[in-house]
């Protein structure tokens, strides 16, 4: 009986395709696949994203990510952006009526710069006179102001988890996103303390991960910051599912699972058309609140800890000016939740990719963690509007958009708020208990970027493999 990899989303085709030797059945509820990955050619040929845009090449599953390219040969697409560039140096944080660069040098550490109220390099004293605080986990909000002061907590640490996953610093856990400075203070009372202990202590061995290929050698090399793909970062899911129709991996779209059943050695799923798919493993790669309705009449206690996580609903604006209109160039900005904007940031794409006019384009992102009450019951041209007047009023501009593209990604990022890691536990034990033969992919778990989506689908397929090997 063959694997069945459940989703068609970027998790879904990296498993897939690790898995592809084995012919695998993919099911995906809608009619394309790539998930949230979905690149807008427009008519004047300028590239809109309506999802996420770039990739970070650093850490083991940047590393992984990059080999995975390497071998769908898509090295020659690859577009990078070295540490240099003005995109990767310069980041913004619109606060108090302006904007404010943020601190890209050593020197501009020690120097007191608004919206701070101190230099961040004061944040090591402050981190190492607080006093230590044993905990299983708090809020991202709290750690990073009980550590490093509110300033930190409320103008660097909240508007970049707005831009990271579009979530509220005071709700979300410090133990997932902050993992390596919460252990550091659990294990040596301070967080810099912790660091340079594990910074002078014998280097760690990466597990799981295999040798970097040419592209991440190449990439560590040229000081890559991040990539994006020719044609847009769809390129990267519309390969994979070519390479695995070629392979004759079998695909079954726009019908949806409505049940999923174990037996003693395989599982069963229900579609919507009334097809039923045997197979002997599942790998699931839906959102663990998709997932949870599936499993509640047979494992109803696993259903309700998938059903624990919630996701936030965020709209995408991208906008298109006639000519260069960007004074600073840099990655974008980003706005603290305190300054009750109804931006959580806008991205400058055409700093990061020259448009082929010379236009400028922007994506702005809204809603979030709190996008109910805020945008109930708006239309996509409403917020398109919204995003339009926000880009003006804080960069200045007077002209009119040439281009405008707005839609809605309802539940598109999992918030891991704070319990994560136990919550996981929880799934991971019972599934492990009742021996089911399924393995959990996907931004639901581990991370939420598309490196860790893809090491996700690469360490399950790893783990089937050995398991059917013994």
């Known amino acids: 009986m063959p694997t069945v990899v459940l989703g068609g989303g970027i998790a879904g085709l990296s498993a897939a395709y690790y898995l592809r030797e084995a012919a695998p059945i993919v099911i995906e509820a809608t009619s394309r696949l790539g998930g949230w990955i979905h690149t807008n050619k427009r008519p004047s040929g300028t590239l809109f994203e309506l999802g996420p845009r770039t990739i970070r090449p650093a850490g083991v599953p940047g590393a992984n990510t990059l080999n995975l390219i390497e071998d769908l040969n898509l090295e020659q697409k690859v577009r990078p952006i070295s540490r240099d560039h003005p995109a990767a140096k310069n980041r913004m944080i619109f606060a108090k009526g302006k904007l404010h660069l943020l601190p890209n040098s050593l020197s501009g550490l020690f120097q007191t710069k608004a919206p701070f109220s101190k230099p961040l390099a004061a944040c090591a004293w402050t981190d190492f006179r607080a006093k230590r605080k044993i905990s299983t986990d708090e ?5 990073i102001k009980r550590r490093f002061g509110e300033d930190v907590a409320e103008y660097a640490i909240s508007p970049m988890l707005c831009g990271i996953c579009a979530g509220s610093a005071k709700e979300i856990s410090a133990k997932m996103l902050f993992r390596s400075l919460f252990e550091a203070e659990q294990k040596h009372g301070s967080v810099f303390k912790g660091l340079l202990k594990e910074a002078l202590s014998a280097e760690k061995k990466a597990a799981n991960a295999d040798q970097p290929g040419k592209l991440a050698t190449r990439a560590k090399t040229e000081r890559w910051s991040i990539y994006s793909l020719e044609n847009g970062l ?3 899911p519309l390969t994979m599912a070519q390479k695995l129709r070629e392979s004759k991996v079998e695909f079954k779209l726009n019908d949806p699972c409505v049940q999923i059943k174990f037996n003693s050695d395989s599982v069963r799923l229900s579609l919507r058309s009334g097809t039923s798919i045997e197979g002997e493993t599942l790998i699931s790669a839906l959102p663990a609140s998709s997932l949870a309705p599936l499993l509640t009449e047979q494992h109803p206690q696993l259903s309700r800890a998938l059903s624990e996580q919630n996701c936030a609903t965020v709209a995408v604006v991208n906008v298109q000016f006639k000519g260069n209109l960007i004074k600073e160039p840099g ?48 239309s996509p041209q409403e917020l398109a509007s919204v995003a339009v007047r926000g880009i003006q009023d804080i960069l200045g501009i007077t002209q009119e958009p040439v281009d405008v593209n707005s839609v809605i990604l309802q539940d598109c990022i999992p918030q891991y708020t704070v319990g994560h890691y136990e919550r996981l536990d929880e799934i991971d034990n019972y599934v492990e208990k009742n021996r089911l033969p399924l393995y959990l992919v996907g931004s639901s778990y581990r991370g939420i970027g598309i490196n860790d989506v893809i090491m996700s689908a690469k360490l399950a397929v790893d783990k089937i493999k050995r398991q059917s090997s013994d």
């Open 139 to 143: 809020s991202s909000f709290d750690f």
């Open 234 to 236: 769809e390129t990267l």
């Open 331 to 378: 990655f974008g900005f980003l706005v603290p939740p305190i300054e009750q904007k109804p931006l959580l940031g806008v991205i400058y794409d055409s700093v990061c990719f020259p448009c082929p006019s010379g236009d400028t384009v922007f994506t702005a992102m809204m809603g979030g963690h709190w996008f109910h009450p805020q945008f109930t019951g708006k």
